[in-house]
Nanobody, 123 residues
Framework: EVQLVESGGGLVQPGGSLRLSCTGS????????IGWFRQAPGRQREGIAC????????YYADSVKGRFTISRDGEKNTVYLQMNSLKPEDTAVYYC????????????????WGQGTQVTVSS
């Protein structure tokens, strides 16, 4: 069974940090590009970062550039999203997704999805 499981979400104060993890199983994780997306209430799902098979980050949304870092650990079948200097507008459900091919921003191009993890930035 193919699974992607996100973890690491929670409540954090503005200016704080969180590290999200996305762990895959049931498929050859190393062959897949991974993207992180987020969706806030009433808003469309937004692609914020993606990484290719070779641990080479290929995209950051302008809204997170310089604050978020995506990386992957092949031995653990895990992709991380380090989020620093968090802002209230970063509040959303964060999803990871896997795609067999080059990383792209469009969520429609991803085959496997996790269930999401809530990130709330509030004082």
């Amino acid at each position: 069974e193919v699974q992607l499981v996100e973890s690491g979400g929670g409540l954090v104060q503005p200016g704080g940090s969180l590290r999200l993890s996305c762990t895959g199983s049931g498929f050859t994780f190393d062959d897949y590009s991974i993207g992180w997306f987020r969706q806030a209430p009433g808003r469309q799902r937004e692609g914020i970062a993606c990484i290719n098979r070779g641990d080479d980050p290929t995209y950051y949304a302008d809204s997170v550039k310089g604050r978020f870092t995506i990386s992957r650990d092949g031995e653990k079948n895990t992709v991380y999203l380090q989020m620093n200097s968090l802002k209230p507008e970063d509040t959303a459900v964060y999803y990871c997704a896997a795609r067999l091919g080059v990383p792209v921003v469009s969520s429609k191009e991803y085959e496997y999805w996790g269930q999401g993890t809530q990130v709330t930035v509030s004082s």
